[in-house]
């Protein structure tokens, strides 16, 4: 530093204190505090909209649908897994037929069911496709493979139809 000739004094003088809010220090921490603030408003959001997602409940042909593609897209519509298929879909059914309807079906047999609709429910080709769908998976047991293969895609679609059917008009 140069000393001025006529004032005999330093020409520049240093600030002899720094307010701390202008310290890149703290200016450093408020950064990081606005990050993970931020961060934290973002997890909170995701979180809600979690729970909200999984609070929102299909209605039950949509869930049934959605149960039947999933079996369909497992690759369980097949005579490999043709036991577990007429297992799951009379399941499914009964499931299906017990939210919409709020039919008791849910503790009886396959047997019990069919007479328990031929009995409560007024639409007869829907009694129809359910006995079949049913008694398919007695008749697939002994079936050859092309024609197990057949019955079982056919029930497939006859459970499908069996929703659709009952789907409520708007």
């Given amino acids: 530093m140069?000393?001025?000739e006529k004032t005999g004094l330093y020409e520049?003088?240093?600030l002899?204190?720094?307010p701390f809010w202008q310290t890149e220090k703290f200016q450093l921490i408020v950064k990081v505090s606005c990050a993970v603030l931020v961060?934290?408003?973002?997890?909170?959001?995701i979180k809600k909209y979690c729970a909200y997602r999984k609070n929102k409940k299909l209605s039950?042909?949509?869930q049934a649908l959605?149960?039947?593609r999933t079996l369909k897209n497992d690759h369980k519509v097949s005579v490999e897994y043709g036991k577990e298929f007429y297992l799951t879909a009379s399941v499914l059914l009964k499931i299906y037929?017990?939210?919409?309807f709020k039919y008791d079906v849910l503790g009886k047999t396959d047997s019990e069911v069919v007479h328990y609709l031929k009995e409560h429910h007024a639409d007869e080709q829907?009694?129809?496709d359910f006995e079949a769908l049913l008694h398919g998976g007695i008749t697939i047991k002994f079936a050859n493979a092309q024609v197990a293969q057949e019955q079982i895609e056919s029930d497939y679609i006859r459970a499908v139809a069996i929703i659709t059917r009952t789907i409520p008009k708007k």
């Avoid at 961060?39 to 959001?45: T, Y």
């Avoid at 037929?97 to 919409?100: D, M, T, V």
């Fill in 39 to 45: 961060l934290l408003i973002v997890v909170v959001l």
């Fill in 2 to 4: 140069k000393i001025n």
């Fill in 12 to 14: 520049n003088y240093g």
């Fill in 66 to 68: 959605f149960d039947l």
């Fill in 16 to 18: 002899w204190h720094v």
């Fill in 60 to 62: 039950a042909w949509d």
């Fill in 97 to 100: 037929l017990y939210e919409r």
């Fill in 126 to 128: 829907t009694v129809v």
